[in-house]
């Protein structure tokens, strides 16, 4: 998993790494989706950014009340207008 210190503890975390995943602020590219996931090996939750061949770019651990809470977000999308 990358950035293991880096777990999202909150919703407002998880927005802003949402936003900065839909505005290319992490410089990623070919980023087709971002879906919420469990670690098969120690049943661990993150969020996941998929290329369009469903292949992880970018994973960062959330809390189980993140995982629960931001299911909509993820879904969704953020509603915030960026620049």
């Known amino acids: ?8 503890t909150n919703l407002e975390e998880l927005e802003t790494f949402l936003i900065s995943v839909e505005t290319g ?7 087709a989706g ?3 996931a469990t670690n ?11 290329d369009d ?16 809470t931001g299911q909509d977000l993820v879904r969704n999308g953020t509603n915030r207008t960026t620049h």
């Open 1 to 8: 998993m990358n950035n293991e210190a880096g777990i999202i």
């Open 25 to 31: 602020g992490l410089g990623l590219t070919n980023v």
């Open 34 to 36: 971002v879906a919420m």
């Open 40 to 50: 098969n090996k120690d049943g661990r939750r993150f969020v996941a950014v998929l």
């Open 53 to 68: 061949k469903h292949q992880l770019l970018l994973s960062r651990w959330v809390t189980e009340e993140v995982f629960q």
